[in-house]
């Protein structure tokens, strides 16, 4: 305990100075200001603005991103609450309840609520990483090649079974992402793979920023071009932004349970944001005391799951910090960004660069102040950024995309590679195919191939190393007990309906 | 017969499976160049190889649902956006390098102007400018981003050094 209070100590050093604290407040206002622009999601914000951060130095860079991240979050929120377009995924519950109340002339209220509720998420949860991260750092050390084989199965896994649309699909995008993360030079044997013959840039591997922004920035710009939707836009009256007493007292159960339901489901791989804020959700329904008027405008349907995707949203972070493994599509992004940086995240981090573990944790603290310091008087200018006609907003956003692409590696190929994946993107959205686990698989392609290179040399080519060891037996188990709950008939059903819900 | 293929040949379930098998035989096939190794000492070709395989049948099984009754119809949609937006990013990747980022990105976007509901010229040349300053302003010299502003040509007759090729981040 002494460690984690000595290390937030030195953290709020890292995160207090100026230098961070300017990068901290860029991130979060320029993350908002994307996530609140309709159709852009946590994943594709990050992404388009990761090249802003690479010229930082790290523990600045990592602290700016993590701003971008719960600020594009929270602006995906508005965006659900004042025009019923959730930005993401996570925010598809929230639109539900949220809207209502915007429609109700209570939009003030609601993003009050959001935001309070988040703060309070993101204060305890960043506890909960002080806390418990270096529990599992310690944990993690002991893990060999096979452990860390069977985790990222299992996260793998997890991202398949929570994907939207068909199972098949997600497992072909899983394995197609780890093949697309294959190629460039096989580490082991120094042979180029899948180089097209030898194309320099692709020695490296294909860029994740090309892949993150054709998938999520650019196919989404065409797809949202091709059904062109028309937006009305509630905010004739916001009404005050704080709420009521009586609303507030409503929402506390609701913040206390969307905040506990976040922090356990954020650490779990692949789950994230996305299953916090929908597991939220419906735990209130069932919970919460009468009376209740959840789908038409309850303040606990937006208090609770606001509460758990941004607790979610912090502790997604544990499992990237402690064992080196994104829990999903934005944490992917993050790891890309360390990588470029030098950074490879795993326990060590915690001890070889505690300024930089320690200054995020303690910048999680600091940014989520100013997002609502920042939020609550600057939601006129949002409103006025949604009024913007989406005519004038996607020339922009391929602007930002095609230069964000070309800086990351100063190299035209990369705008060649995002024009490749945004045809393959659209084609994706179209076929139903949702592009999260292709990413987590890209991301982990690499890795997996590495370890479980690494565990079958080590075993002499017995592959039943990876069931033998304890830790790394319960993780295969937990993968093949997921996707036989998905298969099962009566379970699936509950997952369609729990998809259909929102 | 003919109507049955047509229906399948018109379901998502069907192409998804298809681009799902084209994408792991290549990747199978490309495999095919490297060396597979043994399971305690793998060659650079036996997980992708692997992993394609498993493409490939989890694409074929995929591609099968156009079979059931219940498969959907497949709906592109209109595809001028796309193909509008893909040409905007195609023609910005290839004139970057000889004409510089700011007609590069003024070309970017009056093309993509093209996509969507139509613009005014005026409305559309306004856009391309002010987003060309914001681009060179925000990435080249805020950033230090590393692209030339102008068509090299005019780099080697002024000689001026006025291109901000500042280093590499």
């Known amino acids: ?123 305890v949860s960043t506890m909960v990483i002080a806390v418990c991260s270096p529990l599992l750092a310690q944990v993690a050390l002991t893990f060999r090649a096979q452990e860390y084989f069977s985790l990222m199965v299992l996260g793998v896994v997890t991202a398949v079974v929570l994907a939207h649309g068909s199972l098949l699909n997600a497992l072909c995008m899983v394995v197609l992402g780890l093949l697309l993360g294959l190629v460039g030079t096989d580490v082991n044997s120094g042979v180029e793979r899948f180089t097209l013959g030898g194309v320099p840039e692709l020695a490296d591997g294909i860029s994740f920023v090309a892949v993150t922004m054709g998938l999520f920035g650019i196919a989404e710009v065409a797809a949202n071009l091709a059904s062109p939707e028309h937006r009305t836009l509630r905010v004739d009256k916001v009404g005050r932004i704080l709420p009521t007493c009586h609303e507030l007292a409503m929402s506390v159960g609701a913040i206390l349970r969307g905040t506990a339901l976040g922090s356990v489901l954020g650490v779990l791989p692949g789950g994230g944001a996305l299953l916090a804020s929908f597991s939220a959700y419906s735990l209130e329904k069932k919970v919460a005391r009468a009376p209740t008027h959840f789908g038409e ?32 599509p934005v944490m992917a992004v993050i790891l890309g960004a360390l990588m470029v940086q030098g950074i490879t995240p795993g326990p060590q981090v915690m001890t070889e660069r505690p300024e930089l573990f320690w200054g995020l944790i303690a910048s999680m603290w600091v940014g989520n102040l100013m997002l609502v310091v920042l939020n609550l008087p600057l939601i006129g200018l949002w409103i006025r950024l949604l009024k913007v006609p989406y005519r004038a907003l996607f020339p922009a956003i391929l602007v930002f995309c095609c230069i964000g692409g070309y800086a990351v590696s100063t190299s035209t190929f990369e705008v060649w590679s995002l024009a490749l994946f945004a045809v393959l993107g659209y084609g994706f959205k179209k076929l139903d195919c949702e592009p999260a686990p292709l990413v987590l698989g890209f991301v982990l392609g690499p890795l997996i191939e590495e370890h479980f290179r690494r565990s079958m040399r080590l075993s002499d080519g017995d592959p039943t190393v990876f069931l033998t060891m304890p830790l790394s037996l319960a993780f295969l188990v937990g993968a093949v007990g997921l996707m036989v709950m998905v298969l099962v008939p009566q379970i699936g059903a509950v997952r369609q309906a729990a998809m259909q819900e929102a | 017969m003919s109507t049955t293929l047509q229906r399948v040949t018109g379901t998502r379930e069907f ?108 409305d559309a ?45």
Not at chain 1, 43 to 68: H, K, N, Q, R, W
Not at chain 2, 128 to 150: D, I, M, Q, R
Request: aromatic share 8%; glycine share 14%; with cysteine.
């Open chain 1, 1 to 123: 305990m002494t460690d984690v209070f000595g290390g937030i100590a030195m953290g709020m050093g890292a995160a207090l100075d100026p230098v961070n604290l300017l990068y901290c407040f860029c991130g979060v206002l320029l993350g908002t200001l994307v996530g609140v622009l309709p159709g852009l999601g946590p994943v594709a914000t990050v992404a388009m603005l990761m090249p802003f951060s690479l010229t930082l130095e790290p523990t600045s860079s990592i602290i700016m991103l993590a701003g971008i991240y719960y600020g594009a979050q929270y602006g995906g929120s508005t965006t659900a609450i004042l025009v019923n377009i959730p930005g993401e995924a996570s925010s598809v519950v929230t639109a539900i309840d949220g809207y209502k109340m915007a429609q109700q002339g209570r939009a003030g209220a609601a993003l009050g609520i959001a935001a309070i509720g988040s703060f309070f998420a993101g204060c």
């Open chain 2, 15 to 122: 192409w998804a499976g298809a681009l799902f098998t084209v994408l792991g035989l290549v990747f199978l096939v490309y495999s095919g160049q490297y060396r597979i190794g043994t399971a305690e000492r793998m060659g650079p070709a036996f997980v992708p190889g692997a992993l394609s395989g498993l493409l490939v049948v989890l694409g074929l099984a995929s591609a099968a649902r156009g079979w059931s009754p219940k498969a959907t119809p497949l709906d592109l949609g209109p595809l001028r956006p796309l193909a509008v937006i893909v040409l905007a990013v195609v023609l910005f990747a290839a004139l970057l390098m000889p004409l510089g980022l700011v007609v590069a990105t003024a070309v970017l976007v009056l093309v993509s102007t093209l996509a969507g509901e139509s613009f005014k010229v005026r």
């Open chain 1, 297 to 328: 405008g309850d303040i606990r349907g937006v208090a609770a799951p606001e509460s758990a995707n941004n607790a979610g949203a912090q502790t997604s972070f544990i499992p990237l910090l402690t064992l080196g493994i994104p829990g999903g």
């Open chain 2, 125 to 169: 040349l306004l856009l391309a400018a002010g987003l060309t300053a914001l681009a060179a302003g925000v990435f080249v010299w805020g950033l230090g981003v590393a692209a030339p502003l102008w068509p090299a040509l005019f780099d080697s007759l002024l000689s001026s050094g006025a291109t901000s090729s500042s280093a590499v981040p």
